[in-house]
């Protein structure tokens, strides 16, 4: 069992109607009209530090989300779960189970 980040959807949600987007500058990480799979990679792959993120919103490919994200955030994992509740997706940390890759031996070849 790992530690994860678990995201959920509340019951206000927005959906997105517009064409897809994803906005970033120095302070925010916007999201529009994109899907909680493109959030979550986002988390898994360009947040360093944060737990691996578990989607468990309900969400289809072809639903589509608006969320920002203020990168300092990333940093203070209670002002992220307030942040994402404003926006109608809840996190939290359960542990999960995840497959992982280990690596026992490094063999150099000459």
Do not use: C
């Amino acid at each position: 069992l790992i530690n994860s980040m678990v995201i959920t959807k509340g019951t206000d949600a927005i959906k997105a109607n517009i064409a897809y987007k994803n906005v970033s500058s120095n302070q925010f990480k916007t999201f529009i009209n994109s899907t909680i799979g493109n959030l979550t990679w986002f988390f898994n792959h360009d947040a360093p530090g944060l737990p691996p993120a578990v989607d468990e919103t309900g969400l289809s490919k072809s639903d589509r989300i608006n969320v920002t994200i203020r990168l300092n955030d990333l940093n203070h994992f209670d002002q992220l779960q307030k942040s994402m509740a404003q926006q109608g997706l809840h996190i939290r940390m359960e542990p999960r189970l995840q497959e992982v890759l280990v690596i026992k031996q490094v063999i150099h070849q000459n």
